[in-house]
């Protein structure tokens, strides 16, 4: 009797823990959802907050390829085929990162590998897409990184900087 009450507290400890670390992320696990068309589609990322950092140029490196959000990649899930760009896209999930620029247009990625940790393991040999898309900064700061399934494309929004993937 006494082994079961000591295992079944241990089991309660290891749950309270798990559970702790998992809603005290500082950048924790968001999704959006929406449609394209007809196409659902589904972002999965870690959302970071600016924290009064200088993120562009800063945090985030120009130049360096970025994760498109915290922690684990940033996933883009099709559940049919898409246009992006001048690029058909089949079904399926998708690594999502960026190469920010400061003095031109950033690239938008999407690789085969969606279950890294970082931009660590990136490999351009496994991108399925890349598109060149022009930034937009506002005087509204969006505090925390948010995706938005909008009717023309992927929205991204964190700091000042706007920017749309479009989606067809």
């Given amino acids: 009797m006494a082994t079961i009450i000591m295992k079944n507290i241990k089991l309660t400890v290891l749950l309270l823990l798990i559970t702790t670390v998992t809603f005290a992320q500082e950048s924790p696990r968001k999704e959006a959802k929406g449609t394209i ?3 659902a ?5 870690g959302a970071p907050s600016v924290k009064g950092r200088t ?6 490196k120009y130049g360096k390829v970025w994760r498109a959000g915290a922690n684990e990649n940033t996933t883009i899930t099709f559940d049919k085929e898409v246009k ?5 896209v089949s079904a399926g999930k998708y690594g999502f990162f960026m190469i920010p620029n400061e003095h ?5 990625i999407l690789t085969t590998k ?4 970082g931009a660590f393991s990136y490999n351009k040999d496994e991108d399925v897409l890349r598109i060149n898309i022009a930034p937009k900064f506002v005087d509204e700061n969006r505090e925390v990184l948010t995706y938005i399934v ?4 992927i929205k991204l929004a964190w700091g000042k900087l706007r920017i749309m993937m479009p989606v067809k």
């Fill in 37 to 39: 068309g007809e196409v």
């Fill in 41 to 45: 589609v589904t972002i999965d990322y």
């Fill in 55 to 60: 993120i562009w140029g800063g945090l985030e």
């Fill in 84 to 88: 992006i760009g001048d690029t058909v």
């Fill in 104 to 108: 031109k247009n950033w690239t938008l």
């Fill in 114 to 117: 969606n279950d890294a940790w």
């Fill in 150 to 153: 909008k009717e023309k494309g």
